[in-house]
């Protein structure tokens, strides 16, 4: 289950169920890098950027950015927030969950198996699910593979349902160990109308819907023969050599070293929030560091994951029409098949895929060539942040890092 950070991706809801009393925090900065011509510059922005990310997470958070080029060793920040019982010092290669992120993953396996051959991106849901798209307006055989990917179903997020809300907001503890199965969080979709069905030929509409990534994982094992898990592990992970990436699934604890999660409750006690099963699905299940995650786009957009055919695919976006609240969270951009695509200052577009979660939040972003990436990881040690505010702050660090040209 993907673990919410606003109402629908996740952090209005949890941010107003879990009212924040806290007093300020010390706080310390540090930064890794070397200082090559060229790069000296880019470390000054990186701190002076990595601040604002914090102010603008609430400042009791802890943040950790990693930028990696062609040229040299690694640029790496982190700010950390010293508590009663943790310590302000974040390891550089902090083990987190990737939440959201997980889907580019995903999408990158189901795009594996259509160079392959083994599906197609104009199969419906029915084909491969009969029956499991159904009842209450919906209609897997109006449904492909393409709209499950580029989030084009009009499919209700199981996320958004009360119940699953009430849970996760307001008695996190009594269901952190969740094992939910991804069939039955579609089912729990199914009882709810879409917010609308595609038509063929007519005007696209975009809505996020966590509900599509189940079903693609569904679709995946099905075509590719394995768990979604293992075609991750497999296609993915192990051919980049990814040591630090893994897919816990119901196992609830994070490897070594990471940075504990708390979140305030609303009488004011602390919950660490760290260990957990809720983010076991291919929405959401993935765990990696900075450094894994970069490697990870880095591949994927100099080429080295998918043919020509599929990346190009993969990049075909569509505008985000239907929702409102993902556009106010993050007012730039298009969306293509788990990837969205933001405009450059500078000219150009990088390419990223956001991750929310409890007490979590991962910002990847990647050149278009390629060449450049870098990931923010921020911890929560109080309350999550406010995504607008959060995405402007981790935007303006993206794009002052891709934009500038080190010298060779």
């Known amino acids: ?47 002076q950027d990595l601040a604002a990310v914090r102010r603008a997470g609430g400042g009791d958070v802890n943040v950790l950015a990693r930028v990696d080029g062609p040229n040299g060793p690694p640029l790496m920040a982190r700010l950390g ?73 009009g499919l209700y997020d199981y996320i958004d349902d009360p119940q699953i809300q009430d849970r996760l907001l307001n008695h996190f503890d009594e269901n952190r160990y969740d094992t939910t199965p991804a069939a039955d969080l579609v089912a729990v979709a199914m009882q709810h109308r879409p917010l609308f069905l595609p038509r063929p030929g007519g005007a696209t509409r975009w809505a996020y819907s966590n509900t599509n990534y189940l079903l693609a994982g569904m679709i995946a094992e099905k075509a590719g023969g394995a768990s979604w898990q293992d075609l991750v592990e497999h296609r993915v992970i192990a051919k980049l050599g990814l040591r630090d990436t893994s897919i816990p699934g119901l196992d609830p604890f994070l490897p070594d070293p990471h940075v504990n999660a708390y979140l305030t409750t609303p009488d004011g006690k602390r919950l660490d929030v760290t260990d957990h099963s809720l983010q076991h699905t291919a929405d959401s299940g993935v ?43 993050m007012p730039e951009g298009t969306y293509g098949l788990g990837l969205r695509r933001i405009p450059l200052s500078c000219g150009g577009f990088y390419y990223t895929h956001e991750g929310d979660g409890a007490g979590v939040n991962t ?25 607008a505010a959060l995405n402007r702050a981790t935007g303006t660090l993206v794009d002052h890092v891709l934009c500038h040209t080190p010298k060779s």
Not at 38 to 46: F, I, N, P, Q, R
Not at 291 to 306: S, V
């Open 1 to 47: 289950m993907h673990m919410p950070s606003s109402k629908k991706s996740g952090a209005a809801g949890l941010a107003a169920a879990l009212l924040v009393l806290t007093s300020p925090a010390a706080a310390t900065a540090t930064t890794a890098g070397h200082t090559e011509p060229g790069h000296s510059s880019t470390e000054a922005v990186l701190r």
């Open 81 to 153: 927030t010293r508590t009663a019982d943790s310590s302000d010092s974040i390891p550089w290669n902090a083990h987190f969950r990737v939440a959201s992120t997980t889907k580019t993953f995903v999408a990158t396996v189901v795009l594996q198996l259509v160079a392959e051959k083994r599906l197609s991106l104009d199969d419906t849901v029915e084909h491969w699910l009969p029956g499991v798209v159904t009842g209450n307006g919906n209609d897997g055989g109006r449904i492909t593979a393409r709209d499950l990917l580029r989030q084009t179903s």
């Open 287 to 329: 765990v990696s560091t900075t450094a894994d995650l970069n490697t990870f786009f880095r591949a994927l957009a100099g080429g080295r994951l998918l043919p020509a055919e599929q990346w190009h695919e993969m990049r075909r976006t569509v505008e985000r029409n239907d929702d409102p609240e993902d556009v106010a969270e």
């Open 363 to 387: 910002r990847p972003a990647v050149s278009a060539d390629g060449r450049r990436a870098v990931t923010i990881s921020l911890t929560t040690t109080a309350a999550p942040p406010d995504l």
